[in-house]
């Protein structure tokens, strides 16, 4: 029975990770086909070899890491070292809670040290060579030390609540749990660019100008508030563009990297923040809090499952339940389902990119707001031929082709 359990567990992860590098491989295949004409015009011969070369090395590269996870995880599932790991934490503290706490964070500081030359690789000499990265090494040791602390509050104190609740509320754990991260999951979608946000980057007011007086003027006909709109000094990590929504009722907020501000016409960077607002417009914020009640429903679900299943523990050398090796075996079980629900969540958001879209170029900025993605995609290295199945089960975005032709058949 043991055996068959342990079988099982290694072949789901093995499962899951053939499944993606298949899907990995069909994107990489699909690089060289034909470009569709409405993105033609992004890349110059020079530059669409350039990224050719970018995109082969970043898929090398994480077919690297991502085998590297696998191995490490299956070698310390097949070699008993969760056993020698839980044996420590028992060894330090009496307090089953704390057990638990250092059995996860032992486990979390071995593949955060092992990954932070992939993350330095990444940057320093991939990013780097590209013409990306703006980071210092400095800067980067800093941003490490900062994620590290952060994961070791939240990802720790989250750990905490819910092992607190399963040995203290019983039957209730599944509704406690689920009301405690659906809690703490809208604090994070009100607060995080307040509070998470400036700890990493700084935030500063829109600046007087042509820029802010087209922007007010766009915000008081869309009916949004202009003071909820601040700009993000990305450049001194990345050369790349973005922008992003947040927050809930009075708590909205858009945030410009500075960089696209940098880059783009002044209309383009009005049809951008159209575009968030357009987000905002259609409530899609409730959206993904819905879908997230039901993926958190899900993962509890999966994690109750483990947690009633002595066998799952046993198998593997544990006397009974652990607490700690039941969410290490969790996220085993919960990768395929993800793969399902990602499927399906990232359909859902590619349809609201559609609507913020739509939102910005039926309000005078359709023009605007192909320049501003042809922009995002030239200067974000972007992909103009990913593989359809690829779009389908990964992407959060249409591609760029396929949102430009979208545009292209509104009226205004």
Wanted: glycine residues 6%; charged residues 20%; without cysteine.
């Amino acid at each position: 029975m043991e055996n068959y359990i342990v079988t099982i567990i290694i072949a789901l992860i093995l499962g899951t990770f053939g499944f993606n590098l298949w899907l990995s491989i069909l994107n990489y295949k699909n690089r060289t086909a034909p470009i569709p004409e409405v993105v033609s015009d992004i890349y110059d011969d020079k530059e669409y070899k350039k990224w050719l070369n970018y995109s082969m090395e970043n898929y090398r590269f994480g077919l690297i890491e991502s085998l590297f996870d696998i191995i490490l995880l299956v070698v310390l599932l097949l070699s008993g070292l969760f056993v020698v790991i839980k044996d420590i934490s028992e060894d330090l503290v009496t307090n089953l809670d704390l057990q638990i706490l250092i059995f996860l964070g032992i486990y979390y500081l071995i593949s955060f040290f092992f990954n932070i030359f992939f993350s330095y690789y990444a940057k320093f000499s991939i990013e780097e060579r590209y013409g990306f990265n703006k980071s210092t090494k400095k800067t980067f040791i800093k941003d490490k030390i900062k994620g590290l602390i952060l994961t070791i509050i939240f990802g720790g104190g989250i750990i905490y609540l819910l092992s607190t609740l399963f040995y203290s509320v019983g039957d209730w754990f599944f509704i406690t749990a689920w009301i405690s991260i659906m809690s703490i999951l809208v604090f994070v979608m009100m607060f995080s660019v307040k509070l998470i946000v400036p700890i990493f980057n700084k935030l500063t007011p829109l600046e007087d100008g042509e820029l802010k007086d087209k922007i007010n003027a766009f915000a008081i006909e869309a009916g949004y508030e202009v003071s909820k709109i601040s700009v993000m000094d990305a450049s001194k990590r990345s050369t790349k563009l973005n922008a992003f929504f947040s927050g809930l009722g009075k708590m909205k907020q858009v945030v410009l990297y500075d960089t696209l501000i940098e880059k783009m016409s002044v209309d383009a960077v009005v049809a951008v923040l159209a575009h968030e607002i357009g987000h905002s417009k259609h409530k899609h914020i409730n959206s993904m809090i819905f879908q997230s009640a039901i993926m958190i429903s899900i993962n509890l679900g999966a994690l109750l499952f483990t947690l009633k299943s002595p066998d799952l523990s046993i198998a593997f050398g544990f006397d009974d339940v652990h607490f700690g090796f039941a969410i290490i075996i969790f996220s085993a079980l919960i990768a395929p389902i993800s793969i399902i629900f990602g499927a399906i969540t990232s359909g859902i958001s590619r349809k609201h990119e559609y609507q913020a879209d739509k939102f910005a170029a039926t309000r005078g900025y359709k023009e605007a707001m192909i320049s501003a993605l042809k922009t995002l995609a030239k200067e974000n290295f972007a992909n103009l031929t990913p593989h359809p199945m690829y779009v389908k089960l990964k992407y959060s975005h249409p591609p760029i082709s396929a949102r430009l032709e979208a545009i292209n058949r509104i009226e205004e």
